[in-house]
């Protein structure tokens, strides 16, 4: 990582601690080249761009939050870089709401919805402008064009996200003038929460929030495009990782988990999500992202992984497959139960269904298996799942909304979403799973250490739902010629 210039003739806007550096080589900054770096550039400016494709949506969802907030001044920060040691920072990624609204992906950005007389508002997107040549900020400044790149000027932003542009800098200065009502969407800027000190409170700014939230359980045109991208190049980083796993010898998890993210990284901006790349028994940890072991021949690999877009909606897919290619009878019989669970969860899946139902039905679907195979003595289907006994093979939740964030609208009010209602739009995961843990003496031995998910991306559609991610197969029968083929 090449070091950077820590001068002593700093711009008036620079951050001292952004632009020193105690330890840098180059201390001094002679007059000559500091005239010498402001003159000899191009006109870069470009006039002639087309707005964003999502423009026109985010429109629409500006329209609907002014028209839930009249009068009242609304703040929706996208954030600050974080530190991941020292002066390393980690790769910067918008608040979802900020992206939502306003289709830019910009640090240290805010949107804000200024209420006029009338009670409408009028949407400004305060952004950082380009490096001023004049000031030294671009090549002085740790973080000015020469080291972080080149930015988009303002005028440049108001035609790609058709909304009016401010220069940043001036935001305090206008929040400290504001009068009225506010709402800030909080947790990303401290800056911003700063400048507004009492005049947001804390349960104005959280209806704030799961109003933001709920605004994205019904995804429009765009997003749902979106999603189906997601899908289509998550299903090409699982064939990525089919061809890497060696029938004959191991495949370490940290190999598995680098090719999938190359697929991530060079069809979308990158990976959902942290990647669950688990060999063996480490399928039966539900969150095994360590992805320190190895993926075995006869073992199965359990791969939970999701492309993000470039514009930052992501999947959310999981695959369980043998590694040497084909299930052994006592996989197939795990397997087969969770897939007729997941069978069961996705024709639940219905505009007017309850969102529950999925998950019952799927749980539901467990709990027979389970029984039939004599794990839980005497005890019926109907008892084991009202007191939820199957739980302790298959933990979790059976599925959640995927957009924006793997766990999308999470903030939503209860009653719209885990007790609401399917409606068409919607996108959500069924990942039935079972799990038996290696040290668990209450299953027969050969059960010990497998681990099953199978989780697919389904829209509810007007008449039932569509699986996005179907280009993937499931059956044990489809699997074996699916991995078959793709290693030849």
């Not at 972080?148 to 001036?170: F, H, I, K």
């Not at 993000?308 to 795990?334: C, H, M, W």
Request: glycine share 10%.
């Amino acid at each position: 990582m090449t070091e950077r210039i820590a001068e002593t003739q700093l711009p008036e806007d620079s951050d001292s601690e952004r632009t020193n550096r105690k330890n840098g080589l180059l201390r001094e900054v002679s007059d000559e080249l500091v005239q010498n770096m402001k003159q000899g550039w191009a006109d870069t400016e470009r006039r002639d761009l087309e707005p964003l494709p999502q423009a026109a949506y985010t429109a629409r969802r500006r329209a609907e939050l002014s028209a839930r907030f009249p009068g009242e001044l609304l703040v929706v920060p996208a954030g600050n870089p974080k530190v991941r040691s020292n002066d390393a920072d980690y790769p910067f990624r918008p608040s979802s709401d900020y992206v939502y609204l306003t289709g830019d992906q910009s640090q240290d950005a805010v949107l804000v919805l200024e209420p006029g007389e009338d009670g409408a508002h009028q949407a400004f997107a305060y952004l950082r402008p380009r490096s001023d040549r004049g000031s030294g900020e671009f090549w002085q400044d740790y973080h000015g064009e020469l080291w972080d790149g080149r930015r988009n000027s303002l005028a440049e932003n108001e035609q790609l996200l058709g909304l009016p542009c401010r220069d940043v800098r001036t935001l305090t200065g206008r929040l400290a003038e504001a009068t009225g009502p506010v709402r800030v969407l909080r947790g990303h800027d401290p800056g911003v929460e700063a400048a507004l000190g009492q005049r947001a409170t804390a349960d104005r700014d959280e209806e704030f929030r799961v109003f933001l939230s709920g605004m994205r359980l019904v995804k429009d045109e765009f997003e749902i495009g979106d999603l189906r991208f997601a899908c289509a190049a998550t299903a090409r980083g699982f064939e990525d990782v089919v061809r890497i796993l060696g029938p004959d010898q191991p495949t370490s998890e940290r190999r598995i988990e680098g090719t999938f993210f190359l697929r991530a990284r060079t069809e979308g901006n990158d990976v959902g999500y942290s990647s669950i790349c688990a060999g063996g028994e480490h399928a039966t940890t539900l969150h095994w992202v360590r992805n320190d072991g190895e993926a075995r021949p006869g073992e199965l690999l359990l791969l939970d992984a999701g492309v993000e877009t470039n514009n930052l909606y992501t999947a959310d897919v999981t695959r369980t497959v043998p590694v040497s290619g084909r299930f052994s009878p006592i996989q197939r019989k795990v397997y087969e139960a969770v897939l007729a669970a997941q069978e069961a969860g996705i024709a639940a899946v219905k505009p007017g269904a309850a969102f529950r139902d999925f998950h019952d039905a799927a749980q539901r679907t467990l709990a027979e298996y389970l029984v039939s195979w004599g794990l839980l003595g005497d005890r019926t289907a109907d008892e084991v799942f009202a007191l939820g006994l199957q739980r302790r093979w298959t933990l979790a939740g059976t599925g959640h909304m995927i957009g924006l964030d793997v766990h999308d609208c999470a903030k939503a009010r209860t009653e719209s979403y885990v007790d609401g209602t399917l409606a068409p739009g919607m996108v959500l995961t069924v990942e039935p799973g079972m799990y038996f843990q290696s040290d668990d003496l209450t299953v027969p031995e050969e059960y010990r250490g497998i681990g099953v998910r199978i989780e697919d991306d389904i829209l509810v559609t007007a008449d039932g739902n569509e699986n996005l991610s179907a280009a993937l197969p499931r059956t044990v029968e489809e699997i074996e010629a699916w991995m078959s083929r793709l290693r030849g």
